[in-house]
């Protein structure tokens, strides 16, 4: 056999640099992170990160555009092993899950979401990301939230917009709550689980 | 008449420093604001600035601490002047109208929550204050809601607690929609009226 050069698969590289990246946050929020300490998270030469990412901005635009992707990936993942019914509900459950920052991993991605919003306020690099990311969010919530509606789970006088900005919401902002050790992981999910029950039980189950 | 020596009003003095602060914070971001801009805007010297903060943070610190006490006092001042009615559904509204970025005075007032709770994460001064203000306004909330369901307003198989992380959920989260510039003013205050008409129209009106 012909011998082949080894192939470097970036996007896995990226990836490990993104996850590198999200650990560190977790532990000691974004803006005490640099660019050497994730080449040694992520084992790697402070070149070969230098290669795929200039600037820590770089890294984290690509990060938080990953995110979503993990997400779909891990849910997708989670459905066709059986753990998870694929009812609207419980999609919008575990989506609601992947957001709240209730472990370490969604710990420092809720933390890289905080970041990359305050630079949102003032970079129009990182508004453009937000600004199709956000609603994109909003649009899956509200055709899960129809498809409820549709399968006469959901009562009918639900409004999918609003109820889809309450969701948003419930995701973004209770994060707040555990990051600060107001609230414990167990009571954001319960109040999750609570909007859900009181959105989805206003109907016979179908 | 026996001449006094000039009264300075020491708890003015620091409110407009406050109000200055929270100005230039909605135009340019606090990061973007430094004690000059500060004594600039406020019409005082540096010096008379840093007589009453040392920093920018003891500034904020105190700036956000303000902020609720002049909250309270405008919600009072219109239930006093008869332009809101003191019930529990137009008391809740009202909070949630101050809270949320819809004018420049109310946007600065929430990107510098957004600093403070940046701040928070790694400064025990900080996160205390958060521990005691956040909690603060949920039992707030939550007293609000138990009232509607003593009127007969609010459905009694609500659960307070959960209703007022909703509330606080939409008042805090919906302010980032609106920053970026992804929903309007009155789209996020359309969805706080679709959410306190749920919660207060389930039951005959009082």
New interface residues.
Partial sequence: MVKVPKQVDHAARRGEIAEALTRLTATR?L??VSLRHVAAEAGMSMGLVQHYFKTKDEMLLFAVQRRSEVYEARIKAQVEAGELPSTPKAILRAIMIEILPIDERSRGNW?MG?AF??R???DPSF?AV??EG??ELFELFAMLIRQGQEAGDVDKSA?PM?ES??L???A???G??V?????TPDE?V??VD??LDRLFGSAPAG
């Fill in positions: 929020g803006e005490g933390l905080v919003f305050i949102a306020v003032s508004a937000y600004a956000v609603p409004d609003h900005a309450m948003w919401a419930l973004d902002s209770q707040t709550n990051v600060l050790k107001h609230r954001v319960s109040t609570y909007y």
